[in-house]
């Protein structure tokens, strides 16, 4: 399958901190990827720098195997906070990046019955259709996120980006939603790169997960999850297999950690 | 607001000019140190026309100023809230431009326009154009950066994010200082008539003040703060139809 981000020998650095570092990366056309790491790696450097929002310090990031260097159009973006316009209601909040993005910025009056529908049927599968008059504040969190999910497809985005989208949610909404995104995924067949905390998450929803390392952030593993039959429900978690994995990620996750010398803490402390 | 927090907002004043009242027969305070707010009625009532003409004026000046005023300081806010570079440069003129005091500057005015109505409008202006630049620049400049990131991802520049995102985020802060700012252009437009006008509140008072005839100053005042209270009602009563999004944070929503 061909790659539709591929990420070569990539640093990026904030003046003198340096982010990421050599980090090398690659996802396939249409596939899931999830991205973990111990907090402060540079996940989110990484949003930044496949979404070409903010350009390498070196190396290269390739999307459809040609260089970017600027916003690429074929993103769509979600994170933690659903960051919904209060002024707007559901529907209209779907539809804003059609009113930003080329070419249907320019056919948004012609089409808006079409864009519409096609807002609609977002909001049907996320299970909302009947709040699309709604305001934001009428919603809860969960469904403020599921209306996020929705915006950030409407424009039909080859690659769905997600930092930590769940991650504010009680977990009972944040499983609902796992299923709600593998609903769309598997119906859809984006491109997605979840970046997240969450261990189980991300092998419940990827094709592969990628550990990152410490600050400098580079990838030091790549786990295949391809194995669990799709679509992944409650049994999955009970899989072995999947449990396996998720002890074996985090084991890598702890050795990430700054290492703590607990001799020297317990000195310090004890009087 | 409930009818018992509705009759507040009546009952204080009430109260308030009984206690004066009560204060300046007792004391039997002298009219031309403290008019008691019946002298201060008949004052108004015997002044009727000559008020209205003095009022008339003043409330053109004011709304005059003022309307320059939310036109420019919102362009303004809108240029330096988009744009570092604006915000940069320009801030801290702005700043300083504001500590001047106005009062000092209305002789200069009236040196290039002569007195009257031009200095007024200008000086009401000038007071309050400051408050609704701020404001809206805050209601820019506080863009969520992913929410920017979202539309710039999708290829928006920054007239885009100003025009989706900026300017409606921005309005209720831009409603809150017409608010304060319509008030600083009665200040404004009254401190110039004070000091170089044939006509207008300001004007009265001085004169009424020269010949002694303290009960119709108090009048002035009295017609300034009512026009005062009933601008900054009618700001208020737009306020709440353009941005009824902005005041619902706190209603409950349907989910759980």
């Keep these: 399958m061909k790659n539709l981000v591929e990420l070569v020998n990539v640093s990026l650095s904030y ?7 050599d980090l090398n990366m690659t996802v396939a056309a249409g596939s899931f990827a999830a991205v973990v790491g111990p907090s402060g790696c540079g996940k989110s450097s990484l949003m930044k720098l496949v979404t070409g929002l903010m350009p390498a310090t070196s190396g290269s990031v390739l999307i459809d195997e040609k260089e970017i260097d600027g916003p690429v159009n074929i993103v769509g973006m979600a994170f933690q906070n659903p960051n919904l316009l209060p002024w707007r209601t559901t529907l209209e909040n779907v539809l804003l990046p059609l009113e930003v993005v080329r070419p249907e910025r320019h056919q948004f009056r012609a089409k808006r019955k079409e864009f519409v529908e096609r807002a609609m049927d977002l909001l049907r599968i996320v299970g909302l259709d009947s709040f699309a008059d709604h305001y934001p504040w009428q919603l809860s969190g969960g469904m403020q ?6 915006r950030s497809l409407i424009h039909q985005p080859r690659l769905l980006m997600l930092d930590e989208p769940f991650g504010a949610l009680d977990a009972f909404t944040r499983e609902e939603l796992w299923d709600v995104l593998q609903t769309i995924w598997l119906e859809r067949k984006f491109t997605a790169i979840l970046v997240t905390h969450d261990l189980r998450e991300a092998l419940y929803l990827a094709d592969k997960v990628h550990v990152m390392s410490n600050r400098p952030g580079r990838v030091v593993r790549s786990v295949d999850t391809t194995e669990f039959a799709r679509p992944r429900d409650e049994h999955t978690f009970i899989d072995p297999k999947f449990n396996e994995n998720v002890m074996e990620l985090r084991a890598e996750i702890r050795a990430q950690r700054l290492p703590v010398d607990i001799k020297t803490t317990t000195a310090e402390t004890t009087p | 607001m409930t009818r018992f ?10 109260l308030l000019i009984f206690i004066w009242q009560a204060a300046c027969v007792g004391f039997k305070i002298p009219s031309f140190v403290l008019p008691a707010p019946s002298e201060i009625a008949i ?3 015997d002044n009727l026309y000559i008020i209205w003409f003095h009022s008339s004026q003043t409330l053109l ?6 309307a320059v005023a939310v036109v420019f300081g919102a362009l303004l806010g809108i240029l330096v809230g988009s744009s570092r570079f604006a915000y940069s440069s320009l801030y801290p003129m702005l700043v300083g431009f504001n500590s001047v005091p106005k009062v000092a500057i209305v002789p200069i005015l009236v040196v ?3 007195i ?4 007024a409008i200008l000086t009401a202006f000038m007071l309050s154009f400051f408050p609704i630049a701020v404001n809206v620049a805050t209601g820019l400049a506080t863009i969520e950066p992913e929410l920017r990131d979202v539309l710039r991802s999708l290829g928006a520049n920054q007239l885009d994010i100003v025009r989706k995102i900026g300017i409606p985020r921005s309005l209720p802060y831009l409603f809150a200082s017409l608010k304060i700012s319509i008030t600083l252009a009665f200040v404004g437009s009254v401190i110039s008539e004070t000091l170089a006008s044939n006509r207008g509140i300001g004007t009265l008072m001085t004169q009424a003040s020269a010949n002694f005839r303290v009960s119709l100053v108090f009048a002035g005042l009295v017609v300034i703060a009512a026009m005062g209270i009933a601008m900054y009602v009618i700001f208020a009563i737009i306020e709440k ?7 619902r944070g706190t209603t409950f929503g349907v989910g759980g």
Excluded: D, Y
């Design chain 2, 241 to 247: 139809r353009m941005t009824a999004w902005a005041v």
């Design chain 2, 112 to 114: 290039w326009f002569g």
């Design chain 2, 61 to 66: 000046t004011t709304v005059i100023g003022f």
């Design chain 2, 43 to 45: 004052a108004l009532w």
């Design chain 1, 145 to 150: 996120q599921r209306v996020s999910l929705c």
């Design chain 1, 15 to 21: 003046g003198k901190t340096l982010a990421v570092s």
């Design chain 2, 116 to 119: 009257g109505t031009v200095p």
């Design chain 2, 5 to 14: 927090e509705r009759l507040g907002s009546v009952f204080l004043p009430v």
